[in-house]
């Protein structure tokens, strides 16, 4: 179980990078070029999406990282890496993989015995 976090938790973190890259490039590029029209318009937190940009695939990716090692530790990150994708960017066709891998990946690394059965 504790294998498959780890794996779940670094794929979920590259999709929520993919996310983070758009989400926070869509919220600068809004600010420093302004809206256009009704077609790209300024999202109601960009500080939110920004900080979730930034914080979700790194908690994904350290999540999974320390799977093995470190299990409940490991399961806080990954499900808060989840949970902020979540928050941020709501559930959509673009996010439904890393909220999914994440969270996951979270469950399986808490469900993981302790220590591993060999």
């Known amino acids: 179980m504790r294998n498959a976090a780890l794996v779940l938790g670094i794929i979920g973190g590259i999709w929520a990078m993919f996310v983070g890259f758009f989400g926070?490039?869509?919220?600068?590029?809004?600010?420093?070029?302004g809206e256009i029209g009704t077609l790209a318009t300024q999202v109601d937190n960009p500080g939110l999406i920004r900080a979730a940009s930034f914080l979700a695939p790194l908690l994904a990716i350290a999540?999974?990282?320390?799977?093995?090692?470190?299990?409940?530790?490991a399961a806080v990150l990954l499900l808060a890496s989840s949970v902020s994708?979540?928050?941020?960017?709501?559930f959509n066709v673009f996010t439904m993989f890393p909220i999914g891998f994440c969270?996951?990946?979270?469950?399986l690394a808490l469900a993981a015995r302790d220590p591993d059965a060999h």
């Open 63 to 73: 999540g999974g990282a320390m799977a093995r090692s470190r299990n409940r530790a």
């Open 85 to 90: 994708v979540y928050v941020a960017f709501g």
């Open 24 to 33: 926070f490039g869509y919220t600068t590029f809004i600010e420093q070029h």
């Open 103 to 107: 969270a996951l990946g979270g469950v």
